[in-house]
Protein backbone atom coordinates (compact mmCIF):
# COMPACT_ATOMS: atom_id res chain seq x y z
CA UNK A 1 0.00 0.00 0.00
CA UNK A 2 1.91 3.23 -1.33
CA UNK A 3 0.06 5.13 1.34
CA UNK A 4 1.18 3.19 4.13
CA UNK A 5 -0.32 0.37 6.39
CA UNK A 6 -2.12 1.39 9.91
CA UNK A 7 -3.91 -0.89 12.93
CA UNK A 8 -6.65 0.38 14.34
CA UNK A 9 -8.27 -0.30 17.53
CA UNK A 10 -12.14 -0.01 17.66
CA UNK A 11 -13.75 -1.27 20.70
CA UNK A 12 -17.52 -0.28 20.98
CA UNK A 13 -19.72 -1.70 23.76
CA UNK A 14 -21.09 -4.86 22.21
CA UNK A 15 -17.87 -5.95 20.30
CA UNK A 16 -14.11 -4.52 19.34
CA UNK A 17 -12.06 -5.24 16.44
CA UNK A 18 -8.40 -4.78 15.69
CA UNK A 19 -8.19 -3.82 11.74
CA UNK A 20 -5.47 -3.55 9.62
CA UNK A 21 -6.08 -0.48 6.82
CA UNK A 22 -4.02 0.15 3.75
CA UNK A 23 -4.35 3.42 2.50
CA UNK A 24 -4.23 4.07 -1.28
CA UNK A 25 -5.22 6.87 -3.19
CA UNK A 26 -8.04 5.03 -4.10
CA UNK A 27 -9.36 4.51 -1.14
CA UNK A 28 -8.30 2.53 2.36
CA UNK A 29 -8.40 -1.32 2.49
CA UNK A 30 -9.81 -2.67 5.95
CA UNK A 31 -8.65 -6.40 6.89
CA UNK A 32 -10.18 -7.49 9.70
CA UNK A 33 -7.42 -9.49 12.33
CA UNK A 34 -9.15 -9.91 15.42
CA UNK A 35 -12.32 -9.75 16.59
CA UNK A 36 -13.68 -10.20 20.28
CA UNK A 37 -17.45 -9.34 22.02
CA UNK A 38 -17.43 -6.84 24.47
CA UNK A 39 -20.40 -6.20 26.77
CA UNK A 40 -20.83 -4.63 30.80
CA UNK A 41 -20.63 -7.49 33.34
CA UNK A 42 -22.14 -7.51 37.16
CA UNK A 43 -19.01 -7.27 39.33
CA UNK A 44 -18.11 -6.14 42.78
CA UNK A 45 -21.72 -4.32 43.18
CA UNK A 46 -21.69 -2.50 39.69
CA UNK A 47 -21.84 -2.70 35.88
CA UNK A 48 -18.53 -2.65 34.63
CA UNK A 49 -16.25 -3.32 31.69
CA UNK A 50 -14.00 -6.35 31.92
CA UNK A 51 -11.07 -3.93 31.26
CA UNK A 52 -8.61 -6.76 31.92
CA UNK A 53 -10.08 -8.82 29.24
CA UNK A 54 -10.18 -6.25 26.38
CA UNK A 55 -6.55 -5.16 26.86
CA UNK A 56 -5.33 -8.74 26.22
CA UNK A 57 -7.70 -8.68 23.18
CA UNK A 58 -6.39 -5.44 22.48
CA UNK A 59 -2.57 -7.03 22.62
CA UNK A 60 -4.06 -10.64 20.95
CA UNK A 61 -5.68 -8.50 17.78
CA UNK A 62 -2.21 -6.05 17.80
CA UNK A 63 -0.09 -9.76 17.53
CA UNK A 64 -2.50 -10.65 14.54
CA UNK A 65 -2.01 -7.76 12.98
CA UNK A 66 2.00 -7.49 13.06
CA UNK A 67 1.63 -11.50 11.51
CA UNK A 68 -0.89 -10.63 8.64
CA UNK A 69 1.52 -7.33 8.03
CA UNK A 70 4.82 -9.56 8.07
CA UNK A 71 3.10 -11.68 5.74
CA UNK A 72 3.05 -9.45 3.10
CA UNK A 73 6.03 -7.74 4.14
CA UNK A 74 4.64 -4.87 5.16
CA UNK A 75 5.44 -2.56 7.78
CA UNK A 76 2.86 -1.37 10.35
CA UNK A 77 3.18 2.73 10.66
CA UNK A 78 1.25 3.45 13.90
CA UNK A 79 -1.65 2.11 16.08
CA UNK A 80 -4.47 3.83 16.66
CA UNK A 81 -6.89 3.39 19.52
CA UNK A 82 -10.98 4.29 19.44
CA UNK A 83 -13.67 3.53 22.10
CA UNK A 84 -17.05 4.35 23.16
CA UNK A 85 -16.83 8.16 25.23
CA UNK A 86 -17.21 8.86 29.51
CA UNK A 87 -16.02 6.20 31.45
CA UNK A 88 -12.94 6.16 32.62
CA UNK A 89 -10.01 3.72 34.41
CA UNK A 90 -8.30 5.01 38.21
CA UNK A 91 -4.80 4.75 37.79
CA UNK A 92 -2.30 4.59 40.79
CA UNK A 93 1.26 6.57 40.90
CA UNK A 94 3.13 3.16 40.02
CA UNK A 95 0.33 3.23 37.02
CA UNK A 96 -1.54 0.16 38.14
CA UNK A 97 -5.38 0.27 37.48
CA UNK A 98 -7.03 0.16 41.03
CA UNK A 99 -10.58 -1.40 39.98
CA UNK A 100 -12.01 -2.96 36.49
CA UNK A 101 -13.87 0.56 35.09
CA UNK A 102 -17.68 0.91 35.81
CA UNK A 103 -19.62 1.46 32.71
CA UNK A 104 -21.87 4.09 31.97
CA UNK A 105 -25.11 1.97 32.08
CA UNK A 106 -24.33 1.36 35.79
CA UNK A 107 -27.36 3.34 37.61
CA UNK A 108 -24.80 5.13 40.56
CA UNK A 109 -24.22 8.39 38.87
CA UNK A 110 -27.95 9.18 38.39
CA UNK A 111 -27.91 10.30 42.38
CA UNK A 112 -25.03 12.38 41.97
CA UNK A 113 -26.37 14.83 39.30
CA UNK A 114 -28.15 16.94 42.16
CA UNK A 115 -25.71 17.59 44.36
CA UNK A 116 -23.25 18.17 41.44
CA UNK A 117 -25.75 21.08 39.98
CA UNK A 118 -26.06 22.09 43.72
CA UNK A 119 -22.43 23.57 43.05
CA UNK A 120 -22.53 24.20 38.97
CA UNK A 121 -25.68 25.47 37.30
CA UNK A 122 -26.29 23.44 34.42
CA UNK A 123 -26.80 26.83 32.67
CA UNK A 124 -23.48 27.93 33.14
CA UNK A 125 -22.14 24.29 32.69
CA UNK A 126 -23.64 24.04 29.40
CA UNK A 127 -22.63 27.72 28.39
CA UNK A 128 -19.37 26.70 29.18
CA UNK A 129 -18.81 22.82 28.25
CA UNK A 130 -21.60 22.75 25.30
CA UNK A 131 -22.27 19.39 26.43
CA UNK A 132 -25.27 17.60 26.38
CA UNK A 133 -26.89 16.33 29.68
CA UNK A 134 -26.36 12.64 30.04
CA UNK A 135 -27.02 11.41 33.84
CA UNK A 136 -23.73 8.93 32.87
CA UNK A 137 -21.36 11.98 31.75
CA UNK A 138 -17.99 11.93 33.16
CA UNK A 139 -18.49 14.74 35.63
CA UNK A 140 -21.30 12.59 37.39
CA UNK A 141 -19.62 9.36 37.31
CA UNK A 142 -16.74 10.90 38.93
CA UNK A 143 -19.08 12.94 41.75
CA UNK A 144 -19.48 9.38 42.79
CA UNK A 145 -16.03 8.52 43.45
CA UNK A 146 -14.98 8.25 47.31
CA UNK A 147 -11.38 8.98 47.33
CA UNK A 148 -9.68 10.16 43.92
CA UNK A 149 -5.97 11.16 46.13
CA UNK A 150 -3.38 9.73 44.07
CA UNK A 151 -5.34 8.79 41.54
CA UNK A 152 -5.55 9.90 38.02
CA UNK A 153 -8.18 9.21 35.44
CA UNK A 154 -7.97 7.54 31.81
CA UNK A 155 -10.40 7.53 29.63
CA UNK A 156 -10.66 4.12 28.19
CA UNK A 157 -8.74 4.82 24.92
CA UNK A 158 -6.27 6.73 26.83
CA UNK A 159 -6.54 3.46 29.53
CA UNK A 160 -5.33 1.37 26.30
CA UNK A 161 -2.88 3.84 25.23
CA UNK A 162 -0.83 4.39 28.41
CA UNK A 163 -0.55 0.81 28.88
CA UNK A 164 1.00 0.29 25.38
CA UNK A 165 3.30 3.23 25.74
CA UNK A 166 3.45 4.13 29.24
CA UNK A 167 2.63 7.70 28.42
CA UNK A 168 -0.43 9.33 29.66
CA UNK A 169 -2.89 11.75 27.88
CA UNK A 170 -6.28 12.73 27.37
CA UNK A 171 -7.26 12.73 23.49
CA UNK A 172 -9.23 16.13 22.84
CA UNK A 173 -12.34 14.41 21.59
CA UNK A 174 -12.88 12.62 24.07
CA UNK A 175 -12.18 14.79 26.59
CA UNK A 176 -15.16 16.79 25.37
CA UNK A 177 -17.39 14.14 26.48
CA UNK A 178 -16.54 14.75 30.27
CA UNK A 179 -18.49 18.06 31.21
CA UNK A 180 -15.02 19.03 31.99
CA UNK A 181 -13.68 20.55 29.32
CA UNK A 182 -14.34 24.37 27.77
CA UNK A 183 -15.91 23.92 23.84
CA UNK A 184 -14.87 27.37 22.88
CA UNK A 185 -11.35 27.45 24.24
CA UNK A 186 -10.96 23.60 23.76
CA UNK A 187 -9.05 23.47 27.07
CA UNK A 188 -10.02 22.02 30.62
CA UNK A 189 -12.55 23.72 31.73
CA UNK A 190 -9.95 24.34 35.08
CA UNK A 191 -12.72 26.44 37.08
CA UNK A 192 -14.98 23.37 36.93
CA UNK A 193 -12.53 21.33 38.65
CA UNK A 194 -12.28 23.72 41.50
CA UNK A 195 -15.76 23.79 41.86
CA UNK A 196 -15.95 20.47 42.84
CA UNK A 197 -12.73 19.99 44.44
CA UNK A 198 -11.62 17.63 41.65
CA UNK A 199 -7.57 17.96 41.43
CA UNK A 200 -6.60 20.02 38.40
CA UNK A 201 -4.36 17.16 37.18
CA UNK A 202 -6.83 14.50 37.56
CA UNK A 203 -6.70 14.22 33.87
CA UNK A 204 -3.37 14.01 32.07
CA UNK A 205 -2.69 17.06 29.87
CA UNK A 206 -4.43 17.10 26.85
CA UNK A 207 -3.19 16.08 23.02
CA UNK A 208 -4.68 16.47 19.66
CA UNK A 209 -5.62 13.96 16.94
CA UNK A 210 -3.11 13.25 15.16
CA UNK A 211 -0.26 13.73 17.97
CA UNK A 212 1.93 10.99 18.64
CA UNK A 213 1.14 9.61 22.19
CA UNK A 214 4.40 7.61 22.19
CA UNK A 215 6.26 4.14 21.40
CA UNK A 216 5.48 0.61 22.45
CA UNK A 217 6.80 -0.17 25.79
CA UNK A 218 9.69 -3.03 25.08
CA UNK A 219 7.72 -5.27 27.07
CA UNK A 220 4.56 -4.92 24.90
CA UNK A 221 6.29 -4.48 21.77
CA UNK A 222 7.88 -7.91 22.35
CA UNK A 223 4.30 -9.45 23.18
CA UNK A 224 2.83 -8.27 20.43
CA UNK A 225 5.55 -8.77 17.99
CA UNK A 226 5.86 -4.95 16.49
CA UNK A 227 9.05 -2.96 16.50
CA UNK A 228 9.43 -1.32 20.04
CA UNK A 229 9.86 2.16 17.99
CA UNK A 230 5.95 1.66 16.94
CA UNK A 231 4.26 4.77 17.59
CA UNK A 232 0.85 4.92 19.00
CA UNK A 233 -1.15 8.02 17.30
CA UNK A 234 -4.11 9.73 19.02
CA UNK A 235 -7.06 9.92 16.39
CA UNK A 236 -10.41 11.05 17.59
CA UNK A 237 -10.39 8.27 20.25
CA UNK A 238 -14.35 9.05 20.91
CA UNK A 239 -15.47 6.88 18.08
CA UNK A 240 -18.18 8.97 17.02
CA UNK A 241 -16.03 11.64 15.93
CA UNK A 242 -13.74 8.88 13.88
CA UNK A 243 -17.14 7.95 12.70
CA UNK A 244 -18.14 11.21 11.71
CA UNK A 245 -14.68 11.87 10.12
CA UNK A 246 -15.33 9.44 7.78
CA UNK A 247 -19.00 10.27 6.79
CA UNK A 248 -18.84 9.89 3.01
CA UNK A 249 -19.69 13.70 2.08
CA UNK A 250 -18.33 15.60 -0.73
CA UNK A 251 -18.26 19.10 -1.79
CA UNK A 252 -20.12 19.13 -5.18
CA UNK A 253 -19.78 21.59 -7.62
CA UNK A 254 -17.59 24.09 -5.27
CA UNK A 255 -20.06 23.64 -2.62
CA UNK A 256 -19.66 21.74 0.81
CA UNK A 257 -22.70 19.15 0.69
CA UNK A 258 -25.26 20.15 3.52
CA UNK A 259 -25.54 17.01 5.36
CA UNK A 260 -26.39 15.66 8.36
CA UNK A 261 -24.86 12.39 10.11
CA UNK A 262 -26.56 9.56 11.87
CA UNK A 263 -23.56 7.46 13.62
CA UNK A 264 -25.84 4.08 14.05
CA UNK A 265 -24.55 1.74 16.07
CA UNK A 266 -25.42 0.97 19.98
CA UNK A 267 -26.55 4.37 19.78
CA UNK A 268 -27.68 6.66 17.38
CA UNK A 269 -25.43 9.85 16.97
CA UNK A 270 -27.74 12.61 15.03
CA UNK A 271 -26.54 15.97 14.05
CA UNK A 272 -24.56 18.41 11.66
CA UNK A 273 -20.59 19.18 11.97
CA UNK A 274 -20.10 22.90 12.66
CA UNK A 275 -17.28 25.32 12.97
CA UNK A 276 -18.30 27.28 16.10
CA UNK A 277 -20.53 25.92 19.09
CA UNK A 278 -23.74 26.76 19.67
CA UNK A 279 -24.04 27.44 23.34
CA UNK A 280 -27.56 29.16 23.45
CA UNK A 281 -30.25 28.63 26.30
CA UNK A 282 -32.55 26.91 23.30
CA UNK A 283 -29.74 24.42 21.97
CA UNK A 284 -29.51 23.84 25.81
CA UNK A 285 -33.17 22.65 26.11
CA UNK A 286 -33.04 20.52 23.03
CA UNK A 287 -30.49 18.69 24.74
CA UNK A 288 -27.67 19.01 21.90
CA UNK A 289 -24.18 18.72 22.63
CA UNK A 290 -20.74 20.33 21.20
CA UNK A 291 -18.60 17.58 21.26
CA UNK A 292 -15.26 18.21 19.44
CA UNK A 293 -14.79 16.27 16.23
CA UNK A 294 -10.96 15.96 14.13
CA UNK A 295 -9.80 19.44 12.86
CA UNK A 296 -11.01 21.43 15.45
CA UNK A 297 -14.78 21.12 13.77
CA UNK A 298 -17.83 20.70 16.38
CA UNK A 299 -19.97 17.68 16.28
CA UNK A 300 -23.59 19.55 16.96
CA UNK A 301 -25.80 16.00 17.81
CA UNK A 302 -28.03 14.73 20.20
CA UNK A 303 -27.63 10.89 21.26
CA UNK A 304 -31.05 9.35 20.32
CA UNK A 305 -31.57 5.80 21.21
CA UNK A 306 -30.16 3.51 19.17
CA UNK A 307 -29.35 -0.46 18.57
CA UNK A 308 -29.42 -1.54 21.87
CA UNK A 309 -33.15 -1.69 21.99
CA UNK A 310 -32.90 -4.44 19.26
CA UNK A 311 -29.87 -5.83 21.02
CA UNK A 312 -30.75 -6.13 24.32
CA UNK A 313 -34.67 -7.78 23.03
CA UNK A 314 -32.45 -10.24 21.05
CA UNK A 315 -30.54 -11.31 24.09
CA UNK A 316 -33.53 -11.28 25.92
CA UNK A 317 -35.04 -13.53 23.91
CA UNK A 318 -32.26 -15.99 23.33
CA UNK A 319 -32.66 -16.05 27.03
CA UNK A 320 -36.12 -17.45 26.35
CA UNK A 321 -35.00 -19.99 23.49
CA UNK A 322 -36.17 -17.73 20.56
CA UNK A 323 -33.65 -16.78 18.49
CA UNK A 324 -35.01 -15.34 15.55
CA UNK A 325 -32.42 -14.21 12.39
CA UNK A 326 -32.00 -10.67 12.78
CA UNK A 327 -32.74 -10.60 8.63
CA UNK A 328 -35.68 -12.63 9.07
CA UNK A 329 -36.83 -10.52 12.17
CA UNK A 330 -36.52 -7.13 9.79
CA UNK A 331 -38.45 -8.69 7.03
CA UNK A 332 -41.68 -8.98 9.30
CA UNK A 333 -40.75 -6.05 10.61
CA UNK A 334 -40.97 -4.39 7.37
CA UNK A 335 -44.10 -6.36 6.43
CA UNK A 336 -46.81 -4.84 9.07
CA UNK A 337 -48.07 -2.05 8.67
CA UNK A 338 -47.15 2.10 9.15
CA UNK A 339 -48.48 3.97 12.12
CA UNK A 340 -47.90 1.31 14.37
CA UNK A 341 -47.10 2.58 18.24
CA UNK A 342 -43.77 4.26 19.23
CA UNK A 343 -41.92 5.15 21.96
CA UNK A 344 -39.41 8.03 22.88
CA UNK A 345 -36.30 5.79 21.99
CA UNK A 346 -34.43 8.50 24.24
CA UNK A 347 -35.94 8.09 27.60
CA UNK A 348 -33.40 6.96 30.50
CA UNK A 349 -35.86 4.29 31.07
CA UNK A 350 -33.44 2.07 28.14
CA UNK A 351 -30.02 2.53 29.72
CA UNK A 352 -29.75 -0.02 31.66
CA UNK A 353 -29.84 -3.92 30.13
CA UNK A 354 -32.26 -6.06 30.55
CA UNK A 355 -36.23 -6.82 30.09
CA UNK A 356 -36.67 -4.73 26.76
CA UNK A 357 -39.16 -6.24 24.98
CA UNK A 358 -41.18 -5.39 28.57
CA UNK A 359 -39.55 -2.72 28.86
CA UNK A 360 -40.53 -1.26 25.47
CA UNK A 361 -44.45 -2.66 25.84
CA UNK A 362 -44.77 -0.77 29.15
CA UNK A 363 -44.04 2.52 27.31
CA UNK A 364 -46.26 1.95 24.71
CA UNK A 365 -48.74 1.44 27.60
CA UNK A 366 -48.04 4.26 29.22
CA UNK A 367 -48.90 6.57 25.92
CA UNK A 368 -52.41 4.66 26.02
CA UNK A 369 -51.70 2.31 22.86
CA UNK A 370 -50.89 -1.20 23.05
CA UNK A 371 -47.57 -3.05 21.78
CA UNK A 372 -48.21 -6.91 20.80
CA UNK A 373 -45.60 -9.50 22.88
CA UNK A 374 -44.42 -10.08 19.46
CA UNK A 375 -40.74 -10.06 18.39
CA UNK A 376 -41.57 -8.28 14.55
CA UNK A 377 -43.99 -5.93 16.11
CA UNK A 378 -41.97 -4.68 18.83
CA UNK A 379 -38.61 -4.94 16.09
CA UNK A 380 -41.03 -2.66 13.84
CA UNK A 381 -42.04 0.04 17.07
CA UNK A 382 -38.22 -0.11 17.67
CA UNK A 383 -37.84 1.19 13.94
CA UNK A 384 -40.60 3.58 13.62
CA UNK A 385 -39.37 5.36 16.96
CA UNK A 386 -35.52 5.52 15.49
CA UNK A 387 -36.84 7.31 12.54
CA UNK A 388 -39.16 9.51 13.96
CA UNK A 389 -36.07 10.25 16.65
CA UNK A 390 -33.77 11.11 13.84
CA UNK A 391 -36.66 12.99 12.26
CA UNK A 392 -37.22 15.07 14.89
CA UNK A 393 -33.37 15.68 15.83
CA UNK A 394 -32.76 16.56 12.41
CA UNK A 395 -35.40 19.41 11.99
CA UNK A 396 -34.36 20.35 15.45
CA UNK A 397 -30.47 20.79 14.86
CA UNK A 398 -31.26 22.74 11.40
CA UNK A 399 -33.35 25.32 13.45
CA UNK A 400 -31.07 25.51 16.11
CA UNK A 401 -27.62 25.76 13.67
CA UNK A 402 -29.81 27.64 11.47
CA UNK A 403 -28.40 25.46 8.58
CA UNK A 404 -30.30 23.03 5.79
CA UNK A 405 -29.86 19.39 5.20
CA UNK A 406 -29.97 18.44 1.74
CA UNK A 407 -29.19 14.74 2.53
CA UNK A 408 -28.48 12.10 5.89
CA UNK A 409 -25.74 10.14 5.57
CA UNK A 410 -26.10 7.10 7.86
CA UNK A 411 -22.50 5.44 8.95
CA UNK A 412 -21.71 2.25 11.21
CA UNK A 413 -24.02 -0.54 11.60
CA UNK A 414 -27.15 0.10 11.02
CA UNK A 415 -26.44 1.52 7.50
CA UNK A 416 -26.88 -1.99 6.65
CA UNK A 417 -30.44 -2.07 8.71
CA UNK A 418 -32.25 -1.49 5.15
CA UNK A 419 -35.40 -1.05 7.26
CA UNK A 420 -34.21 1.68 9.73
CA UNK A 421 -32.38 3.31 6.29
CA UNK A 422 -36.05 3.19 4.60
CA UNK A 423 -37.66 4.42 7.72
CA UNK A 424 -35.81 7.22 8.03
CA UNK A 425 -35.51 8.54 4.40
CA UNK A 426 -39.41 8.99 5.04
CA UNK A 427 -39.29 10.39 8.08
CA UNK A 428 -36.88 12.81 7.44
CA UNK A 429 -38.10 13.61 4.04
CA UNK A 430 -34.74 13.57 2.67
CA UNK A 431 -32.53 11.29 0.56
CA UNK A 432 -30.69 8.91 2.63
CA UNK A 433 -26.76 8.15 1.79
CA UNK A 434 -26.00 4.23 3.80
CA UNK A 435 -22.39 3.40 4.51
CA UNK A 436 -19.39 2.76 4.98
CA UNK A 437 -20.59 0.42 7.86
CA UNK A 438 -16.94 0.36 8.92
CA UNK A 439 -16.89 4.17 9.47
CA UNK A 440 -15.02 4.16 12.28
CA UNK A 441 -11.91 1.96 11.71
CA UNK A 442 -11.96 4.37 8.26
CA UNK A 443 -11.73 7.41 10.72
CA UNK A 444 -9.27 6.03 12.49
CA UNK A 445 -7.23 4.79 10.18
CA UNK A 446 -7.30 7.85 7.62
CA UNK A 447 -6.22 10.51 10.80
CA UNK A 448 -3.17 8.29 11.19
CA UNK A 449 -2.37 7.86 7.25
CA UNK A 450 -2.76 11.93 7.77
CA UNK A 451 -0.64 12.10 10.72
CA UNK A 452 1.91 10.35 8.19
CA UNK A 453 1.72 12.73 6.00
CA UNK A 454 0.14 9.86 3.46
CA UNK A 455 -2.93 11.81 3.07
CA UNK A 456 -2.96 15.66 2.84
CA UNK A 457 -5.63 18.12 2.52
CA UNK A 458 -7.63 17.54 5.78
CA UNK A 459 -11.25 16.20 6.55
CA UNK A 460 -12.32 17.15 3.25
CA UNK A 461 -9.45 14.66 1.33
CA UNK A 462 -10.31 12.29 3.88
CA UNK A 463 -13.94 11.76 3.00
CA UNK A 464 -13.22 11.87 -0.35
CA UNK A 465 -10.79 8.85 -0.17
CA UNK A 466 -13.83 7.52 1.84
CA UNK A 467 -16.64 8.07 -0.83
CA UNK A 468 -14.38 6.78 -3.91
CA UNK A 469 -13.47 3.44 -1.97
CA UNK A 470 -16.76 3.08 -0.75
CA UNK A 471 -19.93 1.28 -2.41
CA UNK A 472 -22.99 3.73 -0.36
CA UNK A 473 -26.77 2.96 -0.66
CA UNK A 474 -29.14 5.55 -1.10
CA UNK A 475 -33.04 5.74 -0.49
CA UNK A 476 -35.18 7.90 -1.58
CA UNK A 477 -38.34 8.83 0.95
CA UNK A 478 -41.49 7.55 -0.04
CA UNK A 479 -43.95 10.62 0.15
CA UNK A 480 -47.04 7.67 0.29
CA UNK A 481 -45.28 6.21 3.53
CA UNK A 482 -45.33 9.81 5.19
CA UNK A 483 -48.89 10.40 4.66
CA UNK A 484 -49.20 7.01 6.33
CA UNK A 485 -50.63 4.87 3.49
CA UNK A 486 -48.13 2.12 2.38
CA UNK A 487 -44.81 1.11 3.93
C1 LIG B 1 -21.11 5.76 20.89
C2 LIG B 1 -20.75 6.60 22.11
C3 LIG B 1 -21.52 7.88 22.16
C4 LIG B 1 -21.47 8.18 23.62
C5 LIG B 1 -21.77 6.82 24.17
C6 LIG B 1 -21.32 6.60 25.58
O1 LIG B 1 -20.41 4.56 20.89
O2 LIG B 1 -19.37 6.86 22.15
O3 LIG B 1 -21.00 8.90 21.33
O4 LIG B 1 -22.38 9.14 24.04
O5 LIG B 1 -21.13 5.93 23.29
O6 LIG B 1 -19.95 6.73 25.69
Redesign the pocket.
Given at each position: AEGGVFAAVDI??SSGRVILGRVTSAGVALETVHRFPNGVVERDGGLRWDFDALFAEVLAGLRAAAAAAAARGEKIASVGIDT????YGLVDSAGNLVAQPYS?RDDRSRTAVAPVHAKLDPARLYQTTGLQFLQFNTIYQLATEKDLDGLQALLIPDLIAFLLTGVRRTEATNAS?TGLFDAVAGEWATEFFAALGLRKDLFPPLIQPGETVGTLLPDIAGQVDLPPETPVVAVGS???ASAVAAVPAVADGGRGENFAYISS???S?VGLELKHPVLTGASREANFTNERGVDGTIRYLR?VGGLWLLSECQRTWAGEGFQPDLAALLTAAAALPVGGPRINADDPYFIAPDNMPGRIRAAVRRTGEVLADDPAAITRCIMDSLAAGYARTITTAERLANREVDVVHVVGGGSQNTLLCQLTANATGRPVVAGPVEATALGNVLVQAQAAGAVDGGLAELRRIVATGTSLDRYQPLVAARQGCVN
Open positions: GAWAVDYTHDTGTWLN
